[in-house]
């Protein structure tokens, strides 16, 4: 199952990218004498529209075989096993899962919200105790 990025998350990205890609050539044409410097906004783009596909294609998170992956460009992917998760913790909306040795934190402003509500009904299965998750009811 896939967590999937906003819409509007992505389409920032690509508009940016986009944007840096119009203003290379015009900034390309305009100096005569051309320095490393004015390829930034070729660069630029060209990042922004890297991360835009990497986005599109692979989405903000993964469950899998009772893994959680966060997925992300410029860095590491962090995993987490759903068995080994001990703790969950919400602040300001957002979910951070602890277990022994690793913290995943899951920014929920930037999920879609069909995606959101399958995120929150996959963690409030795991069974935790109540004093460890914000989804175990009072009874």
């Known amino acids: 199952m896939k967590i999937k990025f906003k819409k509007k998350i992505l389409y920032s990205k690509l508009i940016l990218g986009l944007i840096c890609l119009i203003i290379a050539p015009i900034t390309l044409l305009r100096n005569e004498d051309l320095h ?3 390829y930034i906004y070729f660069i630029i783009g060209l990042l922004y529209l890297t991360h835009y596909a ?3 294609t692979h989405q903000y998170l993964e469950i899998e075989d009772g893994v959680i992956k966060k997925n992300s ?3 590491f992917r962090k995993k987490l096993n759903l068995k080994d998760i001990d703790t969950i913790k919400k602040f300001a909306g957002d ?3 602890k ?3 690793t ?3 899951i920014k929920t402003s930037i999920i879609e919200d ?3 509500t399958s995120l929150v009904k996959v963690l409030s299965e795991l069974d935790l105790p ?3 998750s914000p989804f175990v009811s009072i009874s």
Do not use: I, R
Request: glycine share 4%; charged share 30%.
């Open 95 to 97: 979910y951070t899962l």
């Open 103 to 105: 913290e995943l934190k």
């Open 99 to 101: 277990s022994y040795d």
């Open 73 to 75: 460009l410029y860095g």
């Open 54 to 56: 990497y986005d599109v």
């Open 36 to 38: 490393w410097s004015d």
């Open 114 to 116: 069909h995606s959101l």
């Open 130 to 132: 109540q004093e460890k």
